[in-house]
């Protein structure tokens, strides 16, 4: 296991300030579509804080932002920001979703493996590319008085680093009236994927925060995967969580009840708060979904069985392991107290579409923000290979 120093890297943060004026500089040029009149940059903003999607000026980010290890590639109205470190580890994060679709981390044998899971499919509309999987972000801000809101469209605040050692790309999103501001960090590192969150609350009043962190980790096939060191969690199976970037294999929609076609940010929460603790071997988790409860009892648990867990007493670094990769991924968290567990399971093609299991740290309980109050949430993708 990796001690806990190993996935804080050392990132340096921006003091706090205004969003408004801390956006304006970037975003007076980052839409294509942006006037330079009295009015232009008032629309502009307004367009950040409402969350609208505009075709992105990638040759305005490859002006402003170049020349830290990161390239830049327009693809529709997305763009890609693709990292790279001279000992060969790459990332890539899309704008402006924030999807970090690719990780590729220099391993022993030489070269570069991919981490993670993604898939590429038409839209409804046969005209728009669906990308799902990969390292994305469900967060959810409801305050006292107003609707919910959740970051979705983000904006590139800054580049630093260089192609050496780290390379940090700092996304912004600000809510309506910008009574909420969240900062995304994704760090490059030779042996380390980080991304870490910072919420502040600009209201006069409390606010009210839940959410995740979903991996799709691909594998072999989930025979060959391990789960090492949660023997002793306790768990609860569940219905799988829904999301835009959820991959779900169609198998798993047999057992869903009506009340779980609702995305995580949603109604899914509501439902997992655990009213008691049963000792192990009082449930077993027979019937994927029936809200079992019950308690690991394997330190190198195999993925082959069909399945979906809440782990609330998880470690707080644990490790995957594919024996048919041949590799593993150590995985660290702050800020988030659970742990999200998803495997389809070996009744699917060895090595395709549904050929990951899904992993993240989740929020069981909501955070309560007083104004001004600020919460801090990461995880870390830690790379023993090298």
Same mark, same amino acid.
Not at 77 to 97: H, R, T, W, Y
Not at 137 to 166: A, I, M, N, Q, Y
Not at 227 to 247: C, D, H, K, T, W
Not at 359 to 376: A, E, N, S, Y
């Given at each position: 296991?990796?001690?806990?120093?190993?996935?804080?890297?050392?990132?340096?943060?921006?003091?706090?300030?205004?969003?408004?004026?801390?956006?304006?500089?970037?975003?007076?040029?980052?839409?294509?579509?942006?006037?330079?009149?009295?009015?232009?940059?008032?629309?502009?903003?307004?367009?950040?804080?409402?969350?609208?999607?505009?075709?992105?000026?990638?040759?305005?980010?490859?002006?402003?932002?170049?020349?830290?290890?990161?390239?830049?590639?327009?693809?529709?109205?997305?763009?890609?920001?693709?990292?790279?470190?001279?000992?060969?580890?790459?990332?890539?994060?899309?704008?402006?979703?924030?999807?970090?679709?690719?990780?590729?981390?220099?391993?022993?044998?030489?070269?570069?493996?991919?981490?993670?899971?993604?898939?590429?499919?038409?839209?409804?509309?046969?005209?728009?590319?669906?990308?799902?999987?990969?390292?994305?972000?469900?967060?959810?801000?409801?305050?006292?008085?107003?609707?919910?809101?959740?970051?979705?469209?983000?904006?590139?605040?800054?580049?630093?680093?260089?192609?050496?050692?780290?390379?940090?790309?700092?996304?912004?999103?600000?809510?309506?009236?910008?009574?909420?501001?969240?900062?995304?960090?994704?760090?490059?590192?030779?042996?380390?994927?980080?991304?870490?969150?910072?919420?502040?609350?600009?209201?006069?009043?409390?606010?009210?925060?839940?959410?995740?962190?979903?991996?799709?980790?691909?594998?072999?096939?989930?025979?060959?995967?391990?789960?090492?060191?949660?023997?002793?969690?306790?768990?609860?199976?569940?219905?799988?969580?829904?999301?835009?970037?959820?991959?779900?294999?169609?198998?798993?929609?047999?057992?869903? %009840? !009506?009340?779980? @076609?609702?995305? =995580?940010?949603? /109604?899914?929460?509501?439902?997992?708060?655990?009213? $008691?603790?049963? +000792?192990?071997?009082?449930?077993?988790?027979?019937?994927?979904?029936?809200?079992?409860?019950?308690?690991?009892?394997?330190?190198?648990?195999?993925?082959?069985?069909?399945?979906?867990?809440?782990?609330?007493?998880?470690?707080?670094?644990?490790?995957?392991?594919?024996?048919?990769?041949?590799?593993?991924?150590?995985?660290?968290?702050?800020?988030?107290?659970?742990?999200?567990?998803? %495997? !389809?399971?070996? @009744?699917?093609? =060895?090595?395709? /579409?549904?050929?990951?299991?899904?992993?993240?740290? $989740?929020?069981? +309980?909501?955070?309560?923000?007083?104004?001004?109050?600020?919460?801090?949430?990461?995880?870390?993708?830690?790379?023993?290979?090298?």
């Amino acid at each position: 296991m990796t001690s806990t120093a190993a996935f804080f890297p050392n990132s340096t943060p921006l003091p706090p300030r205004n969003p408004w004026k801390q956006l304006e500089r970037t975003h007076r040029h980052l839409f294509c579509n942006y006037q330079p009149h009295k009015h232009g940059r008032q629309l502009s903003l307004q367009a950040v804080a409402s969350g609208a999607t505009l075709p992105i000026n990638v040759d305005y980010l490859v002006r402003e932002f170049s020349g830290h290890g990161v390239n830049f590639e327009g693809i529709g109205d997305n763009c890609v920001i693709k990292m790279g470190l001279e000992n060969g580890s790459m990332a890539s994060l899309m704008l402006p979703s924030g999807l970090i679709t690719s990780y590729k981390p220099f391993m022993w044998h030489g070269t570069t493996l991919e981490v993670l899971h993604t898939t590429v499919s038409e839209g409804e509309d046969r005209e728009a590319v669906v990308i799902q999987g990969g390292v994305s972000t469900h967060l959810k801000c409801v305050s006292d008085v107003g609707t919910p809101w959740s970051p979705t469209s983000w904006f590139l605040h800054d580049v630093r680093g260089s192609s050496e050692k780290s390379i940090q790309v700092e996304l912004v999103s600000v809510a309506p009236q910008s009574m909420i501001e969240v900062r995304y960090l994704v760090t490059l590192q030779r042996d380390l994927l980080a991304s870490e969150f910072t919420i502040t609350n600009l209201k006069s009043s409390s606010l009210q925060l839940s959410g995740s962190i979903m991996n799709h980790l691909k594998v072999s096939t989930p025979d060959a995967t391990y789960a090492v060191g949660l023997q002793g969690s306790n768990y609860r199976s569940q219905q799988p969580v829904m999301s835009e970037f959820s991959i779900i294999p169609p198998d798993y929609y047999e057992s869903r %009840s !009506p009340t779980t @076609n609702q995305s =995580w940010t949603e /109604k899914t929460l509501e439902g997992l708060l655990f009213s $008691t603790r049963k +000792k192990k071997g009082d449930m077993k988790d027979e019937a994927f979904g029936d809200g079992s409860e019950g308690e690991e009892d394997d330190d190198y648990s195999q993925m082959t069985e069909k399945l979906c867990r809440i782990y609330t007493s998880a470690p707080r670094e644990f490790t995957v392991i594919d024996r048919g990769r041949r590799n593993s991924v150590d995985i660290g968290r702050s800020g988030f107290d659970e742990l999200y567990i998803l %495997s !389809p399971g070996s @009744n699917h093609d =060895w090595y395709g /579409k549904y050929a990951f299991i899904c992993i993240g740290p $989740t929020m069981l +309980k909501p955070v309560f923000l007083g104004p001004g109050g600020v919460w801090k949430g990461a995880q870390y993708l830690h790379n023993p290979n090298l």
